[in-house]
């Protein structure tokens, strides 16, 4: 069985983003250029995607530069994640590796680093933000359709897929 290409999906940064709320003295949002920044990466994104992936893959990546790693300490402690990717295409950018620790989910955590990462595209001029995720996502796909982004139909198989991804979400919104 071949594995299935990621969803798609894509915000136009022209319309207005949310305002980005306030936070408190508990919390903190730092970039992985920050001492102990590509360390609290590490530990939430192997809690949120629960395998490891070292920090390298992001030093490696010429598309994801240091200070468009951002992180949510929340007590000192490593909560969420959402990086930027500036793709080639001009005006274009990626929201890539977002990820929530496991013990701070439900909190909104991953929707606020996914807006933090939308405000910087937008100041620095990016017009349009695309990312990718997986169809059982259901929490994050529902956060950034709620943002407003869309599906992007980038195959034959997409429109089947997204009408399943509906589907699921109508009853994930239901149990919560």
């Not at 999906?9 to 920044?37: N, W």
């Not at 200070?67 to 274009?92: E, H, K, Y």
């Amino acid at each position: 069985m071949t594995e299935l290409k990621q969803l798609h999906m894509q915000r136009d940064l022209r319309k207005p983003l949310p305002t980005l709320p306030p936070l408190d003295s508990a919390y903190s949002i730092i970039t992985a250029m920050s001492d102990g920044g590509p360390a609290a990466w590490e530990c939430i994104i192997e809690s949120s995607f629960e395998r490891h992936v070292p920090f390298e893959q992001i030093t490696r990546d010429t598309t994801c530069a240091l200070n468009r790693v951002f992180i949510l300490m929340c007590n000192g402690q490593p909560a969420a994640t959402a990086s930027v990717q500036q793709l080639t295409t001009p005006g274009m950018g990626k929201v890539h590796m977002v990820g929530t620790h496991k013990d701070f989910r439900g909190h909104g955590y991953g929707r606020l680093m996914v807006l933090t990462a939308l405000h910087h595209m937008q100041a620095n001029g990016i017009l349009t933000a695309q990312l990718t995720t997986d169809d059982f996502r259901l929490p994050a796909i529902h956060t950034y359709l709620g943002l407003g982004f869309e599906p992007m139909m980038v195959d034959e198989t997409m429109p089947a897929r997204w009408a399943a991804v509906h589907e699921n979400l109508a009853a994930y919104n239901k149990s919560k």
